[in-house]
């Protein structure tokens, strides 16, 4: 009997972590997740079909098959103590570099395009500040 080597296939990835230089940023680099609404002329001589477009683009958040968590800015804790007026203690905090953005994945739809964004803005956080539960 010969024995089969049996290879385990790794799982696809479904959270990414991304980070854009600032909220600006988000229609161009997240170009795949903005929709456009249009309506479809017919020239009645030709019978020819195009395409009008109608409005802005819009950001598409969350669907079957992706869901994103725009997380925005990000802080940490300075390591200084700050006091209110009466007297409480709170935690210096400062802003991280970033616009931060977490994208899950329940399928292959725009995985590609996904895959890609991690290639040029993904992150890997040693401590992610906010996951998916």
Do not use: C
Not at 97 to 113: K, S, Y
């Amino acid at each position: 009997m010969i024995d089969e080597l049996i290879t385990e296939k790794e799982a696809p990835r479904t959270d990414f972590y991304l980070k854009l230089d600032a909220e600006a940023d988000m229609p161009t680099v997240l170009s795949a997740f903005y929709k456009q609404d249009y309506t479809t002329i017919v020239d009645f001589e030709t019978g020819e079909e195009s395409l009008q477009l109608e409005g802005n683009p819009y950001f598409v958040g969350n669907t079957p098959d992706y869901s994103i968590d725009v997380v925005g800015d990000l802080h940490e804790p300075t390591g200084n103590t700050l006091t209110y007026a009466n007297g409480l203690e709170y935690p210096e905090m400062v802003a991280l570099d970033g616009w931060h953005v977490n994208i899950r994945l329940t399928g292959d739809v725009l995985r590609d395009e996904t895959e890609a964004l991690d290639v040029s803005h993904g992150v890997i956080p040693s401590a992610p500040k906010r996951v998916w539960l």
